[in-house]
C-alpha cells in the first residue's frame, strides 16, 4: 500500500511510504502526519490543513488532528450518525433525552470490535420505558434503552460542518485536483503501476524514487 502525501499548491510530494495492505488507510494517518509535520517544521514550512478523503475518517483521528493545532477536512463514512433519531443530546450534563421527555443517561465507555473503535454507552433502567406509549415501537424486543455513539462525537461534529462549509466544498474540490492526478502520473509514468521488489523495505525505495523523478520533473519545470 502506498501513501501519499502532496503539497496543494505546486502539486509537490512531501512524503510517501510503503505500508503493508493489512490495515485501513485511516490505521496510517497519524504516523503519516507525525512524519510529515516534523519534516515540513524542519523546512520552516507550517502544515494547518489536513485534507483527505474518507478513507482516513475516524473519531480518533480528528481528535489526534485537533491535538496537533490542524485543521481536518475530512468526509465522515457514510455509516457515521451523530446520535439516534428522535432523540436530543444534552451536552452539559452528558444524556439523551427522547420524544417522551425520558433522561437516558451515561453509563461507560467501552472499546467495539477487532479495531477496538472507543464508544459511549448510553442506558436507561426499564422501569423508565416501563409506561411509555411507543414502548414496543422504541425498544422492539429489548427491555431496556440502549444508546451507542463514538467517543469521539464532538470531534465528528466539528469535522463534519467544516466539510459541510463553503471552505469545505473548496477542500475537496482542490484534493481531488491534487492527489488523483499525481497517483496517475506515478502509476502510468514513473513505474508504480506494479511493484516488482521481495519486502517492504525493497518496496519502499520504488516509491521513493518514483516521487524524487516525479518531483525532480516539478522542480525543472517550475519557473520562479
Given amino acids: 500500500m502506498s501513501q501519499l502525501s502532496v503539497d496543494t499548491a505546486h502539486h509537490v510530494i512531501t512524503d510517501i511510504k510503503a505500508y503493508h495492505a493489512d490495515k485501513k488507510d485511516n490505521q496510517y494517518l497519524q504516523d503519516i502526519t507525525k512524519r510529515l509535520k516534523s519534516r515540513l517544521h524542519q ?33 465522515p463514512h457514510g455509516t457515521y450518525k451523530g446520535g439516534p433519531e428522535g432523540f436530543t443530546y444534552n451536552q452539559e450534563k452528558d444524556h439523551w433525552i427522547c420524544s417522551q421527555n425520558k433522561i437516558i443517561p451515561f453509563t461507560k465507555v467501552f472499546y467495539e470490535g477487532h479495531n477496538k473503535n472507543k464508544k459511549k454507552e448510553y442506558r436507561a433502567s426499564k422501569y423508565v420505558c416501563v409506561d411509555c406509549p411507543i414502548r414496543t415501537q422504541c425498544l422492539k424486543k429489548s427491555q431496556e ?25 473548496y477542500m475537496k474540490a482542490k484534493r481531488q485536483s491534487t492527489v488523483e492526478p499525481v497517483f496517475g502520473t506515478l502509476t502510468q509514468f514513473m513505474g508504480l503501476r506494479k511493484i516488482n521488489t521481495i519486502g517492504i523495505g525493497q518496496a519502499n525505495k520504488v516509491m521513493h524514487l518514483s516521487a524524487m523523478a516525479y518531483n525532480l520533473k516539478k522542480y525543472l519545470k517550475f519557473i520562479t
Fill in 43 to 75: 523546512q520552516g514550512l507550517i502544515w494547518r490543513n489536513c485534507v483527505a478523503d474518507t478513507g482516513y475518517s475516524s473519531g480518533e483521528n480528528y481528535a489526534f488532528l485537533e491535538t496537533q493545532g490542524m485543521v481536518s477536512y475530512i468526509p
Fill in 145 to 169: 434503552k440502549r444508546i451507542t455513539i463514538t467517543f469521539y462525537r464532538e470531534q465528528y461534529e466539528r469535522n463534519n460542518k467544516r466539510v459541510n462549509s463553503k471552505r469545505g466544498r
